[in-house]
Each structure stands twice: as C-alpha cells, then as structure tokens.
C-alpha cells in the first residue's frame, strides 16, 4: 500500500485557484514551501485540496512531532471548548496554565526551582528571556551566534544570523545584540582535526569576550544546543560546556533556545541534556503545543522572579487551548515512547543517506542528533562547494513525488528532516525512498547536463 498518491502534477486545479487568490490577498513576502493547499492531516501524512497525499517530513518545521491530529490532542481541545476559550491569564486565571507550568519545570533539566512563563510563539519566548535576563542582571548586552535563527521580529531578528531573508532591508536592528563565532565541524579548515578545531573555536569564543563585548555587560548568552534555520549544526560538547562555564564564571544568563530542538526530537526532551547541561533559561514552543501556539520561557526561580507585576505577560499568553494540547502532547510523548523513536527514526534516516552518499558524489555531510538530522549538500565533495540549487531541485523533485521535505542552512543547500515521531516504518521507508529517487534523479541529471 503507498501512502503516498498524487494525482496531478502540482499544483493541482483547485490548489492553482487558490493560489491566484493568494497573489490577489496575500503579500509575496509570505513565503510557502509547497504549491498547494492542505485539505486534511493525520498522523504523518497530509492530503491537499486536489486529493493528493503527501508523506510528511517537514512536520510544519517541527510543530508536530506527535503528528498531525492526534486523537488525545483533539479530545482535549474539544474539552476545552466546551468550557471557555479565553479569559485572559491576567485577568482571570485558569488551572491549565499552572498545570503545564507545572509539567515543564519538572520535565527541565536541573534540580533547582523553576518558574514558568507561557506566551505564544517561539520569538515572544526569546524576547521574554531577553527581558528577564536584563532584569535580572542589570545588563544589557546579549550574545548569539553565527548561523543562529531566534525569530522575525525586531529584538528576536536582531539575533539572528542570517541576513537573506530575515534581515535585509528591515534595519536597523535593535543594538546590544553581538555575534559570536560557532563551530561548523563539516565547514572546519582541512589541517585540523574535529579535537583541534573544538579548541579552536573555544579559543575563539574567549577571544571574541576580550575584543567584542566585554563579559561584565552581558545579560545572557543565547544558544540553540542544535542549530535549526541555519542547518542543523551541531556543536561540540565541549564548546557547549565551556561556554556555560564562561558563563557561570562572569555572571551571564545561559539560555537554551529549545524552540525547535524540544519535546522529543533529539531523542530527549531537551537537546540540552545530550550536552550535560543546566541552562539558566530555556526557551519552548514549536512541538510544545502539537500545532497550537503556545511557547514559554523555564527558568532559575530568582531570575523569573526578578520582573515586577506586569512586567510580563500578553493578552493571549497562554491561552488555555494551547495549554490543554501541550499537556496532551507531553502525554502522547510518555505513553508512546516518542524518545526511543526519535532515536530510532534518526539512526534509519542516517543509514539511509550514508548507503546513498556511495552512489552520488553530491551529499557532504549527514548529521543530527536523535530524528533531527539533516544532509548537506555539495557539488564538489572535496571542495565542499555548496550547491543551493541542486538542494531546492531535489526538494521539488520529492514534493512532486509525494513528499513533504524542507530546506535549511545559511548556504541553502541542506535537506533537513522533521518528520512526525509517530510515522509508521511503512511511511518512513516510503518517504526515504521518495528523497532517494530524487536525490539520484537530480543529480544524474545533473552529471549528464555537465557532460554534454
């Protein structure tokens, strides 16, 4: 049985409707990664208005890893309701709110008091962190990293790396905000070993703390354990721990941006304790709420509870729907072992590709931790020439075919991988099968192209 099945080459005849009244209504800056619209979605697999039914591996870019209109998760929506939809935490509070509050400091990593704050999207969370940790610290600067992606609005893009799409044209940027050096291990100069270039780059951290910030103005120092938007690059443990440990040192906030790495899809549900860390804060949305916004900001106990009354807070922050699909979610994640199948859902994607890498020359790095694992790219495997193009025919190949898969890196040229963590072996072989055809077919014809 396939489970995927297309019809019609895409975009299909209702779907081209649609489109043309979305060029009519909608601004050309709102970005799509496929030319269809969504009729229905279960589990992992997602059906268009044309009849068309796609294997997911985008999972919304990671919004969904327990799939697509759980059972649990719509049950517990439908409660909510059936008895109120919104009072506004700040004006009448709900117990749902307490309750996933509750949930998240005990899942977070550390033994110390937590306290929780719940808002709605991933960017509100890092802008809420970055709020904290100047009121905690009395400070103002804060600190990201190359490659970095934290959110599109002005404080949250400020942060982030890269400039095309997210940044050009929108300055100027909110100031304070400085860039450090991050380690990309496939990217590191060809003398070094991966020991060597971990001290190099550790070096360089503590370099850019003597000639681009001084230590005693930052407030916190923003991190995600595993790079998303900027290519699933994952850093050495021990860059990771050393910059804690800086931090400890000088009295700086650690924050773990988790907004995309939590909640099961590095095989824990913080990638941060693949590093055997203790953030200070740690930032959550995406998977959190199983397609509902809803994000939080988890911290120390003393630095939640450094902002005075009404400090912090939104109309919408955590609303009580968002809060019922986390505690669903969180659920779903437990009683079905999601963990362990991120693990496995990973190793299989990695064997896939590592089997592949020796019948095409164009794949020059394969990584990830647990099923959040991506490919590179290249035309030149020993120059490591990115190729950005050949990546975005091969994602239109396998849309074409049935497959929902997105891109990332700030090259674009890597093939990342999101799937939901309940996928079935049979969807999950079906979908592999469909990126490896396409992987092949793109660049074969490519070699042929470059033959003639």
Not at 80 to 93: D, L, P, R, S
Not at 310 to 329: D, F, I, M
Not at 355 to 360: A, D, I, Q, R, Y
Not at 415 to 442: C, K
Request: glycine residues 8%; aromatic residues 8%; proline residues 5%.
């Amino acid at each position: 049985m396939r489970h995927a099945s297309i019809n019609t080459p895409l975009p299909g005849p209702k779907a081209s409707d649609l489109l043309e009244r979305r060029k009519k209504i909608v601004p050309d800056a709102v970005s799509y990664g496929i030319p269809t619209f969504a009729r229905e979605a279960h589990g992992a697999k997602v059906t268009d208005v044309d009849g068309n039914t796609f294997i997911d591996f985008a999972g919304a870019i990671g919004t969904i890893n327990v799939g697509h209109c759980h059972p649990k998760v719509k049950d517990a929506l439908h409660d909510q309701v059936e008895k109120y939809i919104h009072t506004g935490f700040n004006v009448m509070m709900y117990e749902p709110y307490i309750a996933l509050a509750e949930k998240l400091a005990e899942l977070a990593p550390g033994s110390h008091d937590k306290k929780v704050l719940l808002q709605n999207s991933g960017a509100e969370a890092v802008e809420n962190a970055v709020k904290i940790a100047r009121k905690y610290t009395g400070r103002q600067a804060i600190v990201t990293f190359a490659n970095a992606f934290h959110g599109r609005t002005l404080m949250t893009m400020s942060m982030t790396s890269k400039v095309k799409p997210y940044k050009f044209g929108f300055g100027p940027f909110a100031p304070e905000v400085y860039k450090a050096p991050f380690p990309y291990a496939y990217r590191r100069p060809d003398n070094m070993t991966e020991k060597e270039y971990s001290d190099f780059m550790i070096d360089q951290f503590k370099d850019f703390l003597l000639k681009e910030v001084a230590p005693e103005t930052i407030a916190a120092v923003v991190m995600e354990p595993i790079q998303g938007e900027g290519g699933f690059i994952v850093p050495d443990k021990a860059f990771v721990q050393t910059v804690k440990e800086l931090c400890a040192e000088h009295g700086i906030l650690f924050v773990a941006d988790e907004i995309q790495t939590g909640f099961a899809r590095t095989g824990a549900y913080f990638a941060s304790e693949h590093f055997d860390i203790v953030p200070d804060l740690i930032t959550v949305s995406k998977s959190l709420g199983a397609g509902m916004p809803i994000s939080g900001v988890i911290g120390r106990k003393e630095m939640m509870d450094a902002a005075n009354a009404g400090e912090l807070g939104g109309t919408y922050s955590g609303n009580p729907l968002g809060c019922r699909a986390a505690l669903a979610a969180i659920d779903i994640i437990e009683e079905e072992k999601l963990n362990d199948r991120a693990n496995e859902i990973g190793q299989k994607v990695k064997e896939t590709f590592h089997t592949l890498s020796g019948e095409v020359d164009c794949i020059g790095d394969i990584r990830g931790i647990g099923a959040m694992v991506a490919v590179e790219i290249v035309s030149d495997l020993e120059k490591k020439t990115p190729a950005k193009s050949l990546a975005a025919q091969m994602i239109s190949t396998a849309q074409q075919q049935g497959l929902l898969v997105l891109g990332a890196g700030v090259y674009g040229n890597v093939i990342r991988f999101l799937m939901p963590l309940v996928i079935t072996d049979e969807e999950l072989d079906e979908g592999l099968s469909i990126i490896e055809s396409a992987v092949r077919t793109v660049w074969n014809t490519t070699l042929v192209t470059s033959n003639e």
